[in-house]
């Protein structure tokens, strides 16, 4: 490219066209000679890199002709400002969700959680936030999450998304981004298992709440279906479940069971946890499946009772045989739990 001015007194200009169609019209910055054509040496040697992001950010005025010059003999191409990186971060953010959920129409839960994830980091975004703020905005909300781990985590990997597919693996933000240590995970905590006898007595040492703790240990419901709809028949317990139809199921009526007496679950399991401290509500369940399988309940019949579907065709074949065994099986789980038997019924 030949050095000429656009004006007597101004410097030199660039006028080249890659590709056909990416065409840089503008000032160079310099009216030294051996400059400029370090400058058009540069543009070609960054053509021929596939840098087309520097190479529009120069078009685009984001950058200029001797910024890239300086930053190529320092090596630190990839720190430089390009046209993506300085998008508002908002609208960024916007149109990428947009297309990154269309994408996964089914999978309403990601979605939930990534509108989430996302909306909580942007709360704490200027007006002017750009693309290139991120980074420096995942370290901030990192330190408002140090009691909730996974948030950050999860909310962190929402952004390395979005700038895979915004600005490439390769660029200066997504490696600041990958830089930030997410937090560990918890270590995976080990269900309690109970006897009858221990179960009783972690019931009676409870100050209150102890009969819905029972209840849930008789039933084998899970915390979110004993607070929902449930009834109580002839011999046996109708749970309406809170997931799908599978859970809507018959469980053996053990013994007398109470309504809960509070209005959310987190006061039985805060009750629970001055007794045992290592035991969460979840863990009633599982007590409960094991005190069916010990008791002599048949595999097919456990897993209808649980909401479980089955696993083996010899399940399937066995599951019409169900609804004539739950006051059998009552009958067997009040004999392993030592329940004499008696007129249950429903305490509210």
């Known amino acids: 490219m030949t050095p000429h001015r656009h004006s007597k007194g101004g410097t030199y200009m660039i006028d080249r066209v890659f590709g056909g169609s990416l065409r840089i019209h503008r000032a160079s910055g310099t009216t030294d000679k051996a400059t400029f054509r370090r400058i058009d040496a540069m543009l070609t040697e960054l053509y021929g890199r596939g840098r087309l992001d520097i190479l529009e950010a120069i078009r685009d005025l984001v950058v200029s002709p001797l910024q890239v010059l300086d930053a190529t003999q320092r090596k630190g191409l990839d720190r430089l400002p390009t046209s993506e990186s300085i998008v508002p971060l908002w609208t960024a953010i916007d149109a990428w969700l947009v297309s990154y959920l269309d994408t996964f129409p089914d999978r309403v839960k990601h979605q939930r959680d990534m509108w989430y994830g996302i909306n909580k980091l942007m709360e704490r975004a200027t007006i002017n936030a750009t693309v290139q703020d991120l980074p420096r905005m995942l370290l901030a909300y990192k330190r408002m999450c140090r009691q909730k781990h996974p948030t950050f985590n999860h ?91 599978g859970r809507y199921r018959r469980v053996p009526l053990v013994d007398t069971i109470i309504r809960p007496r509070c209005n959310h679950h987190r006061q039985v399991a805060n009750a629970l946890q001055h007794v045992r401290p290592d035991m969460q509500l979840k863990d009633c369940r599982n007590i409960a499946a094991r005190w069916m399988a010990k008791s002599g309940i048949i595999s097919a019949n456990l897993k209808a009772y649980m909401g479980w579907s089955a696993t083996t065709m010899a399940d399937t074949y066995q599951w019409d045989e169900l609804f004539r065994d739950v006051a059998e099986d009552g009958a067997k789980l009040r004999a392993y739990l030592g329940v004499t038997p008696h007129k249950m019924e429903v305490v509210k």
């Open 155 to 245: 909310t962190k990997a929402y952004v390395q998304a979005f700038v895979t597919d915004t600005l490439g693996t390769t660029h200066t933000v997504y490696r600041e981004i990958q830089a930030i240590p997410g937090y560990p995970k918890a270590r995976k905590r080990h269900p309690v298992h109970l006897t009858p006898d221990e179960a009783r007595d972690v019931v009676a040492s409870m100050d209150k709440y102890g009969a819905e703790v029972w209840a849930l240990l008789v039933t084998g419901m899970n915390p979110k279906e004993y607070w929902g709809r449930w009834d109580i028949k002839a011999d046996h317990v109708a749970v309406y479940g809170t997931k799908r139809e």
